[in-house]
């Protein structure tokens, strides 16, 4: 009898298993996702890390201690905020990002500032030396005595080493570099991946030490491994923005501690990453006079309002127009190209039609859509929004402007910085006045077409 072959094929997408290799993933539907890895069965035991958990024991929910007062300021203010409120001992942060966004560099300066008030911070690297971490350091001005930098990708090694020096922190960089020799699949595939985060997860929870992954986004736009990783980990982070401008934000799409959608704005400096403090009007480009087809949109990313500028382009196209946008999604501009046409007359069957964010904000809350339908409209007829004109909302299928959540707190914002028109949601209207401010409730989209031709 043939000897069982030992290797299976896995999705490095949802990790889907299969004996046998297959184009397309049954589970998650991703092309070409399946990779042949060898699987060992673990023996119990064998050479293992030391971090088993403690015999389970049922507690009384009254005995249990309260979390949220012992969080750690990790000393960067704004990724304080995206993480709630500072660091939860024991926690397990994954940190996504494109390749130079700035991830190490970030890290850098938290392990920095940690290990200012003395505490041992350990800096596992598996992508650059020593050296290299240093030159960067250099650049931060780091300076810390108790930061450890260990350049090693084995994680028996690592977790040795962790036993030795009791960190109080640990950051390690990348996830897909540190392999554990247990698991004989290659280092960044998904079974080490998994085998990784669950190895540092049941370390951070055993010793009460936050630690914090840094995970290389692929071409795909996700960690490698996503789903298989997203819920080992307590808290997602994902860094967002454009690499051309000095911007960056950072977003918790998952938070076990805190409020999704949160984001920390930082700016790209010569000396590193620095906090903004108040971003609400760095995603307005600075137009002298209005121009056709901006709109500023007040969004509501985590608990901060912000003002972000739309900016579409209608086009006369081919016999196939395009329709393309960046910081928003494609299928949600398809479906308001329908309701624009069937609700307001407008249409745009034969134009290619392009919409942006502008610098690099990604935008997920369907609020965006009414502003994004009268940047639309604005560049077809190629006029202007009034001046200090904003609008937020979302629009339905049947036409209808539904509300946004905290809309009062939206146009308070967008007052203080100057802005004086607004068409929101009905329901959105502010039961006192604002201060320089006039406000024009919308039921329905075409009423919002009207409005904004008339003004
Ligand atoms: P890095 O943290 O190495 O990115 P990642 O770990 O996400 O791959 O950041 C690299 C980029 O940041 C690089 O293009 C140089 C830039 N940078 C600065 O502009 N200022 C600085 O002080 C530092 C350290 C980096
Ligand atoms: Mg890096």
Redesign the pocket.
Same mark, same amino acid.
């Given at each position: 009898m043939p000897k069982q072959s030992n290797t299976t094929f896995i999705c490095q997408s949802c990790s889907y298993q299969s004996r046998k290799w297959l184009g397309k993933c049954p589970e998650c539907g991703e092309w070409n996702s399946l990779v042949e890895e060898r699987v060992v069965s673990v023996k119990k035991g064998a050479g293992r890390n030391n971090f088993r958990m403690r015999e389970a024991q049922a507690v009384p929910y009254t005995e249990i201690e309260s979390q949220d007062d012992v969080r750690i300021s990790s000393g960067v203010t704004e990724f304080d905020r995206v993480l709630g409120g500072g660091i939860v001992p024991g926690t397990l942060v994954l940190l996504g990002?494109?390749?130079?966004?700035?991830?190490?560099?970030?890290l850098?300066q938290v392990a920095d500032k940690l290990s200012a008030s003395g505490a041992v911070v350990l800096y596992v690297s598996g992508?650059e030396s020593e050296r290299q971490i240093k030159l &960067?350091g250099e650049?931060?001005g780091v300076q810390a005595p108790n930061l450890l930098l260990l350049p090693e990708t084995n994680l028996e090694n690592i977790f040795r080493e962790i036993e030795r020096l009791k960190p109080a922190a640990i950051i390690v960089?990348s996830i897909q570099t540190t392999f554990s020799s247990e698991i004989e699949s290659a280092p960044g595939s998904i079974s080490q991946i998994r085998e990784v985060a669950a190895q540092f997860l049941l370390l951070a929870k055993t010793r009460g030490t936050p630690v914090f992954l840094?995970g290389h986004v692929t071409k795909e736009g996700s960690i490698a491994g996503p789903r298989a990783l997203e819920h080992i980990v307590d808290t997602v982070l994902y860094?967002e923005g454009d690499?051309h401008s000095?911007f960056r934000l950072v977003r918790a799409i998952k938070n076990r501690f805190g409020a999704v959608n949160e984001i920390g704005v930082f700016a790209?400096?010569? &000396?590193?990453?620095k906090g903004v403090a108040n971003p609400s009007a760095i995603f307005l480009s600075t137009h002298g006079d209005p121009v056709a087809g901006s709109c500023v949109l007040v969004t509501l990313e985590g608990t901060r309002p912000m003002l972000v500028e739309i900016q579409a382009l209608v086009d006369s196209g081919g016999p196939s127009p395009r329709r393309l946008s960046v910081g928003l999604e494609r299928d949600r501009l398809a479906m308001m190209l329908a309701v624009l046409h069937r609700h307001a007359g407008i249409a745009c069957f034969d134009q290619d039609v392009f919409v942006n964010a502008v610098g690099g904000v990604r935008i997920s809350e369907p609020a965006a859509d009414l502003a994004v339908m009268l940047a639309i409209q604005s560049s077809l007829r190629g006029k202007p929004l009034p001046r200090g004109f904003i609008a937020f909302g979302e629009v339905g299928l049947a036409g209808e402007v539904r509300p946004a959540p905290r809309g009062q707190e939206r146009l308070r914002e967008a007052a203080k910085l100057g802005f004086s028109v607004a068409v929101v949601p009905k329901a959105n209207a502010p039961k006192r006045p604002i201060e320089g401010l006039t406000i024009h409730t919308v039921e329905r989209i075409e009423q919002a077409i009207d409005l904004a031709r008339s003004l």
């Amino acid at each position: 009898m043939p000897k069982q072959s030992n290797t299976t094929f896995i999705c490095q997408s949802c990790s889907y298993q299969s004996r046998k290799w297959l184009g397309k993933c049954p589970e998650c539907g991703e092309w070409n996702s399946l990779v042949e890895e060898r699987v060992v069965s673990v023996k119990k035991g064998a050479g293992r890390n030391n971090f088993r958990m403690r015999e389970a024991q049922a507690v009384p929910y009254t005995e249990i201690e309260s979390q949220d007062d012992v969080r750690i300021s990790s000393g960067v203010t704004e990724f304080d905020r995206v993480l709630g409120g500072g660091i939860v001992p024991g926690t397990l942060v994954l940190l996504g990002g494109d390749p130079g966004i700035g991830k190490s560099t970030l890290l850098l300066q938290v392990a920095d500032k940690l290990s200012a008030s003395g505490a041992v911070v350990l800096y596992v690297s598996g992508e650059e030396s020593e050296r290299q971490i240093k030159l &960067r350091g250099e650049r931060l001005g780091v300076q810390a005595p108790n930061l450890l930098l260990l350049p090693e990708t084995n994680l028996e090694n690592i977790f040795r080493e962790i036993e030795r020096l009791k960190p109080a922190a640990i950051i390690v960089d990348s996830i897909q570099t540190t392999f554990s020799s247990e698991i004989e699949s290659a280092p960044g595939s998904i079974s080490q991946i998994r085998e990784v985060a669950a190895q540092f997860l049941l370390l951070a929870k055993t010793r009460g030490t936050p630690v914090f992954l840094i995970g290389h986004v692929t071409k795909e736009g996700s960690i490698a491994g996503p789903r298989a990783l997203e819920h080992i980990v307590d808290t997602v982070l994902y860094f967002e923005g454009d690499t051309h401008s000095s911007f960056r934000l950072v977003r918790a799409i998952k938070n076990r501690f805190g409020a999704v959608n949160e984001i920390g704005v930082f700016a790209m400096t010569e &000396r590193g990453l620095k906090g903004v403090a108040n971003p609400s009007a760095i995603f307005l480009s600075t137009h002298g006079d209005p121009v056709a087809g901006s709109c500023v949109l007040v969004t509501l990313e985590g608990t901060r309002p912000m003002l972000v500028e739309i900016q579409a382009l209608v086009d006369s196209g081919g016999p196939s127009p395009r329709r393309l946008s960046v910081g928003l999604e494609r299928d949600r501009l398809a479906m308001m190209l329908a309701v624009l046409h069937r609700h307001a007359g407008i249409a745009c069957f034969d134009q290619d039609v392009f919409v942006n964010a502008v610098g690099g904000v990604r935008i997920s809350e369907p609020a965006a859509d009414l502003a994004v339908m009268l940047a639309i409209q604005s560049s077809l007829r190629g006029k202007p929004l009034p001046r200090g004109f904003i609008a937020f909302g979302e629009v339905g299928l049947a036409g209808e402007v539904r509300p946004a959540p905290r809309g009062q707190e939206r146009l308070r914002e967008a007052a203080k910085l100057g802005f004086s028109v607004a068409v929101v949601p009905k329901a959105n209207a502010p039961k006192r006045p604002i201060e320089g401010l006039t406000i024009h409730t919308v039921e329905r989209i075409e009423q919002a077409i009207d409005l904004a031709r008339s003004l």
